[in-house]
């Protein structure tokens, strides 16, 4: 730290300064002068100023500015060349990040606390940022109700902090425009306004975020067009959208554009975080019984907006079947036998011995912040509504490229249902942007309690140890290596059709099957089942009501991992064609034709890639499980059932297994032997869901070193015992 800031939290009323001291004169006993800010024409605004270092923060407020610098005055004796982060911001929407250094410090005349009148040069400016805060001050001139509400807010490092601060807050891709339309509204006529037409979005519905209970437009907005456009029409809709950030109003747009939505800052994120921790204080003792009406309301409410929910993630691009096996799951996982059950594990007596009675409960840990996946944002994301039951707030965070459905559960399905039963606000918040920086933001923050993230295993491994040496709760929901093993016995129709569903997304779902070993006794007819009903499978549109396979991320990695697989002896049964939303060859498709291998040999298959990692798009091996040995059949089988769990135990991801028998003794070897999973699922659906049962939770790589089936009531609870001793109250003379 250059210099440390003064202790003081408040500031007491400073004086104006005169105007013979106006920045752009040398002050006379400033340390050093700054012609370099002569150069700019300077405007008289008066912006607050937020100075935070090491020792806290002091407030101020600034004199005027250009686009070269700015003066502020201040109780703060800065050094000389001190580098600066700037962060310029209209009410809680940051707009702009500079870097800059203190060009002189003058001392004033003061009977409180000292008093200095500080220079800023901006060190690094670009053209376009020179644009922006030249049309901000212009705004900001003729509108003084927003200079009393615009901050700059300064924060004080050594040259590499300032510097990396710069960067890392300036990453908008967005231009002043919708927050300076904004301004000039309030300060003009409609007819005034430059900018007004480009900005008033016809038709074109506006999400919004919400904090402390309030629906909040931030002004600064992305645009989601509609998925099945960009699968067909994918150049005009990059056009309309850089056209619609630079501020523009195409022509035709709602065609193509389904809505906007609302963008956060490190501001927002912060008082969605204050809000939280502020509602966690009362909401941690709302009766149970009110948390589980909450509960009981999202479920009724899911039901009444099912088609809606649905709507919405067909437009952001699921297939109708797979959006259709999203609700179902989470509309199973909020049933009242189920809520009843997790209700009863939060308090429960356990012993009474003699007079004394021993109880446990899971106490809320507090603050909750969720990030949700890209690929499956809406129905992943619910999953933590269970820490409402415990008594937990939330902070929702959806994706920033697909957030329109998850918005739309949480703000139309659990919001409401916190409304219906007077939860404290901020027991909910929904903010939006880079999910690096806030869910980096959340690391750091003390009123952060636990950090459930679901996506990618390399990344939220990562996030796990970063939010565990910050003493915060991380809760993994990651990367899935689905297993299937089907034995000679099974009913051979019901697992093909449960393997089928390893298709939903395109193999884009982390829960799905994506890979399946089979006892040889049955390979051949399993393999001839299985491959004529992929060749069923259709490619299309996702509102198409037949369609299950989506457009796919990973096209690279596929091939790789299809090349990989062939060249270490697989056999393509089906397949691996790139092609477009109607099924016709085209090297530039989005699609893949499902994709199905053959591999006769387990030790072969364990050094394939397609069965070490996951396949995350339609890539589906059939490993022939065989025992070369002769003897009674029983001792054949008990070798292919030990190559089977040797496979299961040693996956480096644990989400799900299933395994398909019919006779009691290997039904039972399942159950008894195959532990690497968060659920194991036998002669059930691979992607089906079970009463009292979570949808989620996995071990290792899908999980982390804490992983196991997830129930969110229990994980974002800790637990407490009590002892009792019931007494009489003394009695006294009267």
Not at 549 to 562: D, H, N, Q, T, W
């Amino acid at each position: 730290m250059s210099r440390t800031l003064a202790k003081q939290t408040e500031m007491p009323k400073l004086p104006l300064l005169k105007e013979a001291d106006e920045v752009g004169q040398a002050p006379t006993q400033a340390k050093v002068a700054g012609p370099e800010l002569r150069q700019h024409q300077r405007q008289t605004l008066r912006f607050q100023v937020s100075l935070q270092g090491g020792n806290g923060e002091v407030r101020g407020a600034t004199e005027n500015i250009s686009v070269g610098g700015l003066r502020m005055i201040c109780q703060n004796d800065l050094q000389l060349g001190a580098p600066l982060a700037l962060e310029f911001s209209f009410g809680d929407t940051c707009y702009l990040n500079l870097c800059g250094q203190v060009t002189y410090c003058k001392a004033k005349e003061s009977q409180g606390p000292p008093i200095y009148a500080v220079g800023i040069k901006f060190s690094t400016i670009r053209p376009l940022e020179a644009k922006i805060l030249s049309s901000a001050i212009e705004e900001l001139k003729q509108n003084i109700a927003a200079q009393e509400h615009s901050v700059v807010r300064i924060v004080v490092a050594d040259d590499s902090l300032a510097l990396e601060a710069g960067s890392l807050l300036f990453k908008t891709e967005q231009t002043i425009v919708e927050r300076l339309d904004r301004l000039a509204r309030e300060s003009r006529p409609a007819s005034q306004t430059s900018w007004q037409k480009s900005s008033s979005l016809i038709g074109l519905p506006t999400y919004k975020l919400l904090l402390n209970g309030e629906d909040v437009d931030t002004y600064k907005y992305r645009y989601f067009p509609y998925a099945e456009k960009l699968i067909t029409d994918y150049k005009t809709v990059a056009q309309i959208l850089r056209q619609l950030r630079t501020g523009q109003n195409p022509e035709g747009y709602q065609e193509y554009i389904f809505a906007r939505y609302c963008v956060a800052g490190t501001e927002t994120n912060l008082r969605a975080m204050e809000a939280a921790q502020r509602a966690s204080k009362d909401f941690r003792y709302f009766p149970i019984g009110k948390r589980l009406k909450i509960l009981t309301d999202i479920y009724e409410l899911l039901l009444a907006h099912k088609e809606r929910l649905i709507e919405l993630m067909i437009i952001e691009g699921h297939p109708r079947r797979l959006a259709e096996w999203e609700f179902l799951g989470m509309e199973q996982a909020y049933r009242k036998q189920s809520l009843d059950f997790y209700k009863q594990h939060l308090t429960k007596q356990i012993a009474l011995t003699g007079e004394e009675e021993s109880y446990w409960k899971r106490n809320p840990d507090g603050v909750v912040c969720v990030s949700p996946p890209r690929n499956a944002p809406c129905g992943s994301s619910l999953i933590a509504g269970f820490a409402l039951l415990a008594g937990n707030t939330l902070i929702v965070k959806p994706p920033l490229r697909s957030p329109i459905s998850t918005i739309f559960l949480w703000k139309n399905i659990v919001h409401e249902a916190l409304k219906m039963n007077d939860a404290p606000p901020g027991t909910l918040n929904i903010v939006i942007g880079n999910s690096e920086s806030i869910v980096d933001e959340w690391i750091a923050s003390p009123y952060v309690n636990d950090i459930l993230f679901i996506g990618d295993s390399k990344i939220g491994l990562d996030v796990g140890n970063r939010a565990y040496a910050n003493g915060k709760k991380p809760i993994l929901e990651l990367s899935g290596n689905d297993m299937m093993f089907v034995w000679k016995d099974a009913t051979i129709d019901d697992a093909v059709q449960s393997l089928l569903d390893g298709f939903l997304g395109s193999t884009q779902i982390c829960m799905v099957p994506k890979k399946a070993f089979i006892h040889e006794d049955i390979f051949n007819e399993f393999q001839a089942a299985f491959v004529a009903g992929v060749k069923k499978l259709k490619i299309g549109l996702p509102s198409d009501p037949e369609v299950s396979l989506s457009p796919v991320i990973k096209i690279g990695e596929f091939y790789e991992f299809l090349d990989d697989a062939l060249h270490l002896g697989a056999e393509l049964l089906c397949g691996g064609i790139r092609v477009d939303h109607l099924g016709i060859p085209d090297e530039q498709g989005r699609f893949i034709r499902p994709t199905v291998l053959k591999i006769e040999d387990s030790a072969t298959a364990n050094q394939m890639r397609c069965i070490k990692e996951e396949n995350f798009f339609p890539l589906m091996p059939l490993v022939k499980v065989t025992a070369n040995v002769d003897g009674h059949p029983d001792f054949r089988d008990k070798m292919i059932f030990e190559k089977m769990l040797d496979v299961a135990n040693n996956n480096e991801y644990g989400l799900r297994i299933s395994a398909w028998a019919t006779a009691p003794f290997y039904i039972q070897k399942f159950m008894d032997q195959m532990h690497n999973s968060g659920l194991l699922r036998i002669n059930c659906r691979h992607v089906g869901f079970s009463a009292y049962l979570p949808t989620h939770g996995g071990t290792r790589k899908s999980g982390g070193p804490h992983g196991e089936m997830n129930y969110m009531w229990q994980k974002t609870t800790h637990l407490q015992g009590v002892s009792l001793k019931r007494m009489q109250p003394n009695k006294r003379d009267g």
